[in-house]
């Protein structure tokens, strides 16, 4: 039981379609960072929010964007989906600088296919 | 542009043998470190952090970090066939706001 959880496990899309995912934070953290992992690679840093805002983000186009509510859980949103978007995708959660001496947790990860 | 370097393997070791997993970085800034283990299909498990240079023993686990040669090493011993798996290393960066950079990860293959 990770404290992390995320939604959905698996999904299929079209190219040029759009498509969330969503992330449920461990109890008490008020910081969300998602991850892409495509297949024989390390995670990736997509962004960062923390109370709501955005405070980092990697290399990854604007077609990339995310929510973070006031319970805290988030939600990643891609657009005009590519093929290269084919990949498992990441959430974690922490809280404040807890990353630098803790690490993350990962959710279960949401493994996305676009065909 | 800061980077985590691993060696992808993969790295086969016989059961019971100790299986050395290596990294190297590119940022002197960087603070901590971890290892994460990756089954196959599913998200990664953090196993070890460490901070300071030396050794860090947790269980069948060593972890060891020298700043100055920038290297981060996982010593597992007794290994067994349920370690077979990709081991990722981490580094944290802050700068505002705070994150992990992965190498791309080694595989491990523990054979009875």
Known sequence: ETGVTQSP????????????????????????????????????????????????????????????????????NVNALELDDSALYLCASSAGQGALNYGYTFGSGTRLTVV | QKEVEQNSGPLSVPEGAIASLNCTYSDRGSQSFFWYRQYSGKSP?????????GDKEDGRFTAQLNKASQYVSLLIRDSQPSDSATYLCAGAFSGGYNKLIFGAGTRLAVHP
């Open chain 1, 9 to 76: 496990t698996h999904l299929i899309k079209t190219r040029g379609q759009q498509v969330t995912l969503r992330c449920s934070s461990q109890s008490g953290h008020n910081t969300v960072s998602w991850y892409q992992q495509a297949l024989g690679q390390g995670p990736q840093f997509i962004f960062q929010y923390y109370r709501e805002e955005e405070n980092g983000r990697g290399n990854f186009p604007p077609r990339f964007s995310g929510l973070q509510f006031p319970n805290y859980s988030s939600e990643l």
């Open chain 2, 45 to 53: 498990e953090l196993i070890m952090s460490i901070y300071s240079n």
